[in-house]
């Protein structure tokens, strides 16, 4: 047997997986492989939670935006329904002192007739006592208490239309 170089690489070789066997070099390659793989695992993991965390954070957000939304379109209707209410009570009461000043004005004016009417009975009885006291002073004569009468008349219808104006 001739000894030649794929000999001694072969030998080599074994030497050197032998060698490496001896240092435990595979053993100790597979627990930093290990480690790498845990320590991969742990980030992972460690990344799921953070993700699972973010999406816990995010629907809780998501829910109190959903709960400021309707506390807001609760107040808005809130405060839609009490302008609502302040309108109409503003409403009813405009319409109250407008009645109310209606029935001032009309009960003036009707106070206001009756104070024309009693000053013109007043003067209508204030002419028909002269009227009578011009009669009764010239009375001496028919015809001139005819024409004293017919005078009166004409001077009682005369100032009955000066009091309707």
Request: proline residues 1%; charged residues 40%; hydrophobic residues 35%.
């Given at each position: 047997?001739?000894?030649?170089a ?40 460690n ?99 005819e ?19």
């Amino acid at each position: 047997m001739t000894i030649d170089a794929t000999f001694w690489v072969a030998i080599s070789f074994f030497i050197f997986c032998g060698t490496l066997i001896y240092f435990k070099i595979p053993q100790k390659i597979n627990n930093l492989l290990i480690e790498k793989i845990d320590e991969i695992k742990k980030e992972l993991n460690n990344a799921e939670k953070l993700k699972d965390e973010a999406k816990k954070l995010l629907s809780n957000y998501e829910n109190k935006i959903d709960k400021s939304k309707k506390e807001t379109e609760e107040i808005i209707d809130a405060a839609k329904k009490e302008s609502e209410k302040a309108i109409i009570e503003k409403t009813k009461k405009f319409h109250q002192t407008i009645e109310e000043k209606k029935k001032n004005v009309e009960q003036k004016i009707a106070q206001m007739k009756k104070n024309a009417l009693k000053d013109i009975k007043n003067v209508s009885v204030k002419i028909a006592i002269e009227s009578v006291e011009k009669l009764i002073k010239n009375s001496i004569d028919k015809n001139k208490l005819e024409n004293l009468y017919t005078k009166s008349l004409e001077q009682t219808k005369i100032s009955l239309k000066q009091t309707r104006v």
